[in-house]
C-alpha cells in the first residue's frame, strides 16, 4: 500500500498519520525531489505531473510483480495559491471554458490549474489502459471537495457539494448488474466498492456500501458530508437536525419546504438517527487506529 502526495510529508504530519493507519509506503514532495532531480517546488511541495510520472513508473515496475499494490495519490497543484507550473503549455479542454463565468472571487489562474491537474490525471489513466496491467488494474478518481468558490450553480444546496466519481474498471472485474446512477452515495461508500471489486473474501469493516450492487449494505443507504445527510425521504443539516427537507424531483437536486422530523413516520426517523450515529462511529474507528486499546 502506497500513499503518493506532492505535498510536503510534514504538512499536518500527514506522512505520519498515514503510515500510522497502515500505509506501508508514503511518498511525499521531498522524495519526488530525489527522484526527479529537475522537479520544481512551490509553498505546497511539488507538482501534480511528477506524482502521476511516479505512480505510472510504480505500475511499470508492478507488471512483473504478482504481488497486489494499492495506490492512492492526492494532488495540490488546483488549491491556492494556483501557481501554474511554468512547464505547462495550456491548451483546450472541453467544457472548462464554460466555468469561466462562475469562479467567483477565484483567480483566472485557478482554471489553469484545474486543466492542468486533469491533463495530466488524464494522461495517467490513459498510460494505465495503454499499459500491460489494462486488464487487471482499476482506478478511482474523486475530490475532497466540490465546486468550492463557484457561483450561480442552478437546483439545491446538494449540488454544490457533490463531487465527481470516475472509475475506470477492467471487463472481467464489471459488475453484471446494470449501476443505479440516481443513488445516494458519498465518500464512505468509495472504498467498500473498491474492496468489493478488487478483494476476495476480505473482511473490513462495515462503514459503508458497494454502489455498483443496490442490494447490499442497505443501512448504508445515505450520503453525508460535513454539513448534510440525506435519506430516500430528504436531507437534513447536520446543525439543524429536527428538520427534514424533501426531494421534490427525480434526480434530487431540487429541495422543498421543510417539516419536522418528529411529523415523519417511525420508519424514516429511524433511518435518520442511523445516519446521524455515523460520524460518531467513524471518530471512534479513528481513535481506534490511532491508539488502539479499549
Same mark, same amino acid.
Given at each position: 500500500?502506497?500513499?503518493?502526495?506532492?505535498?510536503?510529508?510534514?504538512?499536518?504530519?500527514?506522512?505520519?498519520?498515514?503510515?500510522?493507519?497502515?500505509?506501508? $509506503?508514503?511518498?511525499?514532495?521531498?522524495?519526488?525531489?530525489?527522484?526527479?532531480?529537475?522537479?520544481?517546488?512551490? #509553498?505546497?511541495?511539488?507538482?501534480?505531473?511528477?506524482?502521476?510520472?511516479?505512480?505510472?513508473?510504480?505500475?511499470?515496475? $508492478?507488471?512483473?510483480?504478482?504481488?497486489?499494490?494499492?495506490?492512492? !495519490?492526492?494532488?495540490?497543484?488546483?488549491?491556492?495559491?494556483?501557481?501554474?507550473?511554468?512547464?505547462?503549455?495550456?491548451?483546450?479542454?472541453? &467544457?472548462? %471554458?464554460?466555468?469561466?463565468?462562475?469562479?467567483?472571487?477565484?483567480?483566472?489562474?485557478?482554471?489553469? !490549474?484545474?486543466?492542468?491537474?486533469?491533463?495530466?490525471?488524464?494522461?495517467?489513466?490513459?498510460? #494505465? *489502459?495503454?499499459?500491460?496491467?489494462?486488464?487487471?488494474?482499476?482506478?478511482?478518481?474523486?475530490? /475532497?471537495?466540490?465546486?468550492?468558490?463557484?457561483?450561480?450553480?442552478?437546483?439545491?444546496?446538494?449540488? %454544490?457539494?457533490? #463531487?465527481?466519481?470516475?472509475?475506470?474498471?477492467?471487463?472481467?472485474?464489471?459488475?453484471?448488474?446494470?449501476?443505479?446512477?440516481?443513488?445516494?452515495?458519498?465518500? *464512505?461508500?468509495?472504498?467498500?466498492?473498491?474492496?468489493?471489486?478488487?478483494?476476495?473474501?476480505?473482511?473490513?469493516?462495515?462503514?459503508?456500501?458497494?454502489?455498483?450492487?443496490?442490494?447490499?449494505?442497505?443501512?448504508?443507504?445515505?450520503?453525508?458530508?460535513?454539513?448534510?445527510?440525506?435519506?430516500?425521504?430528504?436531507?437534513?443539516? *447536520?446543525?439543524?437536525?429536527?428538520?427534514?427537507?424533501?426531494?421534490?424531483?427525480?434526480?434530487?437536486?431540487?429541495?422543498?419546504?421543510?417539516?419536522?422530523?418528529?411529523?415523519?413516520?417511525?420508519?424514516?426517523?429511524?433511518?435518520?438517527?442511523?445516519?446521524?450515529?455515523?460520524? /460518531?462511529?467513524?471518530?471512534?474507528?479513528?481513535?481506534?487506529?490511532?491508539?488502539? &486499546? %479499549?
Amino acid at each position: 500500500t502506497l500513499f503518493i502526495y506532492t505535498g510536503y510529508e510534514g504538512i499536518r504530519n500527514r506522512s505520519d498519520y498515514f503510515l500510522k493507519q497502515g500505509f506501508d $509506503q508514503f511518498v511525499g514532495a521531498h522524495q519526488l525531489t530525489s527522484y526527479f532531480g529537475d522537479m520544481p517546488t512551490n #509553498v505546497w511541495g511539488g507538482e501534480d505531473a511528477y506524482m502521476y510520472e511516479y505512480a505510472s513508473d510504480v505500475l511499470d515496475e $508492478q507488471t512483473h510483480n504478482q504481488q497486489p499494490l494499492f495506490i492512492v !495519490t492526492l494532488s495540490t497543484t488546483n488549491h491556492p495559491p494556483y501557481a501554474v507550473p511554468s512547464s505547462y503549455q495550456e491548451h483546450v479542454v472541453s &467544457g472548462v %471554458n464554460t466555468l469561466s463565468g462562475n469562479i467567483g472571487n477565484l483567480p483566472t489562474e485557478s482554471l489553469t !490549474t484545474y486543466k492542468y491537474t486533469n491533463d495530466h490525471l488524464g494522461h495517467f489513466v490513459t498510460r #494505465v *489502459k495503454k499499459s500491460g496491467l489494462a486488464n487487471n488494474t482499476i482506478v478511482a478518481i474523486t475530490g /475532497d471537495h466540490a465546486v468550492r468558490g463557484l457561483t450561480g450553480f442552478q437546483g439545491s444546496a446538494l449540488r %454544490n457539494v457533490a #463531487v465527481p466519481l470516475y472509475m475506470y474498471v477492467p471487463d472481467a472485474y464489471k459488475p453484471v448488474q446494470l449501476v443505479e446512477l440516481d443513488q445516494l452515495a458519498s465518500h *464512505k461508500d468509495i472504498m467498500p466498492t473498491l474492496y468489493h471489486l478488487a478483494l476476495s473474501e476480505a473482511t473490513y469493516p462495515n462503514l459503508g456500501r458497494n454502489i455498483l450492487s443496490t442490494l447490499e449494505n442497505a443501512e448504508h443507504r445515505f450520503s453525508e458530508s460535513a454539513r448534510y445527510l440525506a435519506v430516500e425521504a430528504g436531507v437534513v443539516l *447536520k446543525d439543524r437536525p429536527t428538520m427534514v427537507y424533501p426531494f421534490v424531483s427525480d434526480r434530487r437536486l431540487v429541495l422543498g419546504e421543510p417539516m419536522l422530523l418528529i411529523d415523519h413516520d417511525e420508519a424514516v426517523r429511524q433511518k435518520f438517527l442511523a445516519a446521524m450515529a455515523y460520524d /460518531d462511529l467513524v471518530d471512534w474507528m479513528m481513535r481506534y487506529q490511532l491508539v488502539g &486499546g %479499549n
